[in-house]
């Protein structure tokens, strides 16, 4: 990933990013950091890029055309997304580190004396964005810190791909304490529970602190945590129709959008998909049990009452502008959303494997792939998801069977945590490496104590017959993925 810094004090981003983590990155070539000095492009004899404002006031501001012609050279008039470090921006958050991290430029603009003139960030920044709520003497401390908190996301920045994803404001809550050598320190005892090796009280151990250090730091955060685990645990009790959306919420992934009236909106803002679900008994003159069988949804087509509306329209204006993929486990809902523009991908069954015991895995040579793989995995799976597979690749998603030494099939995670991707070349087909690849990715995700999941598309004998072998429940309900159609 490339960030391009534009400030008046290049050095200052240099040494701030050299060291450490960040220095090591950019050495390795995992990140590209481009420096630029704003003062080299301003037109002024003296190297001046500021001025008195208009209207008065204390202080200079920095001109537009050294910042906007500093802008151009960097973007070659790409539309890059711009940030403007600002304490009038709206709030860095871990969310918008993640945001970022999707990006493969991106450009921070920093501020110096009182600000910039505004016609200039009118036509190149596309964020405002504050680190916080107090005011710095410059935006690059700020844009520093955006750039650690976005790169340390980027696959090979930290060592442990891992630890990226178990920390502070993972899933909302703070982290836990930790501890190292020597056991006793200053009469201090490291907690029994972490010198037990019990791998399940540790962890429940460390669960306990968390939620008792976000109650007492971060009653904000504690509070959207609370709503989270109540939906969850009510979703829970009917688990097979709803592990798509409770592994959203404990994976971190998802967020509640919509939780009251018996309306259920989880959005996965990673993976534009919003999931939606109706429990209301009664809406709009009818109960949602009628409108669920096939005879009611025949009539749902025909106007309902007089305002031929079902009472359930707003809900869909409840769904982010961004969302590319709507899943949904509700026939009048996918009417409601193909009324708004969505297309049907394909209609599934949702399977889950609810055991906590590691599935045998028969086949002994599977690995995790890497870049090394693209080239087989868009051969079998498709060139036109060729970015995709490669970000699979790189969150360590990608699984692979070799056979004498040779790639033969793969599996993987879909970016919202579904089982997929399973396919085997013809010539190794009926030697369980199917059952084994799948067992492989089960057991990777146990490890990590989710629950794994799956959509296999209705008519795909195989593969059903293959998730309840491996001793997979299946949903009652039928799944829809929709798809938002592109405008044209
Ligand atoms: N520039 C000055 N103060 C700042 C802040 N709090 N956040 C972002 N940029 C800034």
């Known amino acids: ?63 537009a055309q050294p910042v906007y012609d500093a802008h151009r050279a960097v973007t070659g008039g790409k539309a890059l997304r711009t940030v403007y470090v600002t304490p009038q921006g709206k709030p860095f958050t871990q969310k918008y580190a993640r945001e970022f991290a999707r990006e493969e430029e991106l450009v921070f603009l920093c501020g110096h004396y009182e600000g910039i003139d505004e016609r200039v960030l009118e036509e190149v920044v596309t964020d405002r964005i504050s680190i916080g709520d107090y005011v710095l003497s410059g935006g690059e401390l700020a844009a520093m810190v955006m750039i ?47 010198l037990s090796g019990d791998h399940r009280k540790v962890e429940a151990w460390r669960l306990e602190q968390s939620v ?115 899943l949904v486990n509700q026939e009048p809902l996918v009417e409601l ?27 002994r040579d599977i690995r995790l792939l890497t870049m090394e793989h693209i080239e087989y995995l868009c051969t079998h799976y498709g060139e036109e998801h060729r970015s995709y597979l490669q970000e699979r690749i790189e969150s360590g998603s990608m699984y692979g069977a070799f056979v004498e030494g040779v790639l033969r099939g793969f599996v993987g995670l879909h970016g919202e945590g579904s089982i997929g991707f399973l396919y085997v070349e013809e010539c190794c087909r009926r030697q369980g490496l199917a059952g084994s690849l ?13 629950i794994p999941y799956g959509h296999v598309v209705q008519g795909n004998v195989a593969s059903q017959v293959l998730q309840e072998k491996l001793g997979f429940y299946k949903a009652g309900k039928t799944f829809w993925w929709l798809e938002k159609k592109p405008c044209n």
């Open 212 to 326: 008792l250090r976000t109650r007492l730091a971060r009653p904000d955060l504690y509070e959207r945590y609370l709503r989270k685990q109540q939906l969850i645990c009510r979703l829970s009790g009917d688990k097979r129709n709803h592990i798509h959306m409770t592994e959203s919420l404990k994976r971190g992934l998802g967020e509640i959008l919509a939780d009251q009236d018996g309306e259920i909106l989880v959005y996965d803002r990673d993976n534009r998909i919003c999931m939606l679900e109706l429990q209301c008994t009664q809406h709009g003159g009818r109960t949602l049990a009628a409108l669920e069988t096939e005879a009611a949804c025949d009539r749902i087509k025909e106007p309902a009452g007089e305002s031929g509306s079902t009472g359930w329209e707003h809900l869909t204006g409840k769904i982010p502008e961004e969302t590319e993929w709507c």
């Open 148 to 194: 650690d908190a976005t790169a340390r996301l980027l696959p090979g920045v930290l060592g442990n791909s891992l630890s990226a994803q178990e920390e502070s404001f993972h899933n909302d809550l703070l982290e836990y304490p930790q501890y190292t050598r020597p056991p006793v320190w200053h009469g201090r005892s490291v907690p029994q529970v972490l």
């Open 337 to 363: 959303l193909q009324k708004e523009g969505y297309r049907i991908f394909n209609q599934c069954s949702q399977f889950l494997y609810t055991l906590k015991e590691p599935l045998p895995v028969g086949h």
């Open 1 to 63: 990933m490339i960030f391009h810094v534009l400030t008046l004090f290049p050095h200052m981003i240099r040494q701030g990013l050299g060291d450490s983590i960040m220095g090591k990155a950019i050495d390795r070539g995992v990140i590209t950091l481009d420096v630029v000095d704003i003062r080299t492009y301003t037109q002024e004899r003296h190297g001046q890029v500021d001025d008195y404002p208009y209207g008065g006031g204390a202080g200079m501001l920095m001109q």
């Open 438 to 450: 799948e067992a492989y990715c089960v057991n990777r995700q146990l490890e990590r104590g989710w």
